[in-house]
């Protein structure tokens, strides 16, 4: 048990140190601060049980201090001890329960009295969090058995009763029916947070929990923005249940998670059909790419579905040559429109649009030097090319992020100087560390060979060249300058070797580094 003492007056701290036999009532270590922030650090460093804190201190309260202790979740008890008898001080201090409120001076035998009393307290705080704990990871355990046994038993080609076996603690009743639901998340960009995640699981276990009939066997993740959902039913059907909570869902997730959410379902789900059933809701979520309806029965699932074909690829080229980004996009976005309209496209639809457009912009980049492989090596095209094609909404956000991502290069390669520019800049900045040309390219996106023949038709001099005239201008800059060792400048101007960065600069300047220095009003 630990103690905290917050008092801007380090005698008041004191004399209660010298005042109380802490291990005769129970406390292992005393800390003590003289302001809040100092308290604060103690507060996240180490583990404190009790706190007794001055109220009026100098830039902050104690009361301003337990209200940060309880946004922070903190357990502790917390006496407040004050020379003010401030009705307003008393009742904040009820409202955030602090265990006791007394008046300074205090005699010190009522004081270990009273500080005997929030030990105890604090004791049974720590006892009842025990328990919780403990009850929390039984809960846990149990539903991590569950949701690992039932997304084995639907994503698995595996016998039914060797899965049982892997998971003897699963419950699970061969003669109920169960509705499998998929809910897809969906927000603007590549991302999903996390937490949005959470909250979206949190929210349906609280409404389901409301209900007398339905009773949720497991949730998992299929993918990031996709959740799977178990529901069993005895007797009464519950989708008429699910839809209210389902809709009630989406309402809050695009009022205050700004998330759409897309369900798909199966019903009279059993042993016999469990599998082919699952199969049907993967089906309606992978081709009803519209996203259109909030709810949507997969049971025989149909996609209607067209044949590939873009007759319009050559002039969206023709569009992209000419940067005419703006009227390219439009175009896409147009012939996914009437598609979605006529009820005819699906993931696989989607999957080859993504591909054509891909490489139509590969074919445009690689024309004007342009390198695609280094352009896209990045997370949020990783990310944005995953969900490309699972809806036309993400296919959308793809393609503009590929053409605009695309075209905001080719202006940068046009503009010859900007890009030389650009890599000079980079040079300047980076003298000290390792330059090659493949790490030059990569700042304008070109192919290495073709940015090493532009810079030296825009410079006149090769990259090699100008590393090093900037290399040396920089060296005779810290020597004249600075007090810096020998040594030291070479690092600074990119050489390692000692000895190395010696033989050129007395090649390029005709003196040593030291006779440099030595020389400097004469150069």
């Known amino acids: 048990m630990n103690i905290l003492f917050v008092d801007d007056d380090i005698d008041i701290i004191e004399a209660f140190m010298a005042a ?50 309880r946004e922070k979740g903190m357990s502790l008890v917390t006496m407040f001890c004050t020379c003010y008898a401030d009705f307003n001080y008393a009742q ?11 008046l300074k001076p ?31 990871d039984v809960k846990g355990v ?16 595996e016998k039914f009763s060797n899965i049982s076996k892997r998971h003897p603690g699963a419950n699970y009743n061969s003669n109920e029916k169960y509705i499998i639901s998929l809910a897809y998340l969906s927000e603007a960009g590549p991302f999903i947070n996390d937490w949005k995640s959470s909250a979206y699981k949190n929210l349906e276990n609280e409404l389901i929990s409301k209900s007398t009939n339905i009773i949720k066997e497991a949730s998992f993740n299929l993918s990031e923005k996709s959740i799977c959902s178990v529901f069993r039913y005895s007797e009464q059907p519950i989708e008429s249940e699910l839809f209210e909570v389902w809709k009630k869902i989406n309402d809050y997730c695009r009022s205050y998670l700004e998330l759409d959410t897309n369900f798909y379902y ?22 009803e790419v519209s996203r259109k309806k909030t709810i949507t029965l997969a049971n025989n699932y149909f996609a209607d579905s067209t044949e590939y074909s873009l007759p319009q690829l050559s002039q969206w080229e023709s569009l992209f040559t000419t940067s005419d980004t703006d009227n390219l996009i439009k175009d896409i976005f147009s012939h996914l429109d009437s598609l979605t309209a006529s009820g005819k496209i699906d993931s696989q ?12 912009v590969h074919t445009v980049l690689k024309h004007f030097q342009v390198n695609a492989h280094t352009l896209y090596s990045n997370t949020t095209y990783d990310a944005h090319k995953s969900w490309a094609s699972y809806s036309v909404s993400k296919c959308k956000e793809f393609t503009k992020y590929l053409i605009e991502t695309a075209s905001n290069a080719l202006t940068l390669q046009k503009e010859n100087t900007s890009g030389i520019s650009l890599i000079k800049a980079y040079i300047n900045e980076h003298l000290s560390e390792e330059l090659s040309r493949g790490t030059l390219a990569e700042i304008v996106y070109l192919n290495p060979d073709y940015m090493a023949r532009l810079f030296k038709k825009q410079v006149g001099v090769s990259i090699g060249s100008y590393i090093l005239q900037q290399r040396i201008k920089k060296a005779k800059s810290l020597l004249r300058q600075t007090n810096k060792t020998i040594n030291e400048i070479a690092h600074l101007a990119g050489y390692n070797n000692f000895s190395y960065f010696s ?21």
């Open 106 to 136: 205090i005699a010190y035998d009522d004081f270990t009295k009273r500080l005997k009393l929030a030990v105890d307290e604090a004791n049974l705080i720590k006892s009842q969090t025990t328990y919780e704990d403990f009850d929390i």
């Open 503 to 523: 033989q050129i600069f007395h090649k390029k300047v005709g003196l040593t580094p030291n006779e440099y220095r030595n020389n400097v009003d004469k150069y």
């Open 92 to 102: 904040m201090a009820i409202k955030l329960k602090s265990f006791d409120y007394f």
């Open 142 to 157: 149990k539903e991590s058995i569950q949701n690992d046994f039932w997304k084995d038993v639907l994503t698995k080609e």
């Open 266 to 287: 199966v019903k009279d789900c059993c042993d016999k059909n469990i599998k082919s059933c699952f199969s049907d809701l993967i089906s309606a979520f992978l081709n």
């Open 349 to 360: 639809y989607l999957n080859a649009l993504q591909i054509d457009i891909t490489q139509m």
């Open 20 to 69: 109380v036999d802490f291990n005769s009532i129970g406390i292992d270590q005393v800390f003590s601060a003289t302001n809040v922030s100092r308290a604060k650090e103690i507060l996240e460093t180490e583990t404190v049980d009790l706190m007794v804190t001055d109220i009026e201190m100098p830039n902050s309260t104690g009361i301003d201090l337990l209200k940060w202790v």
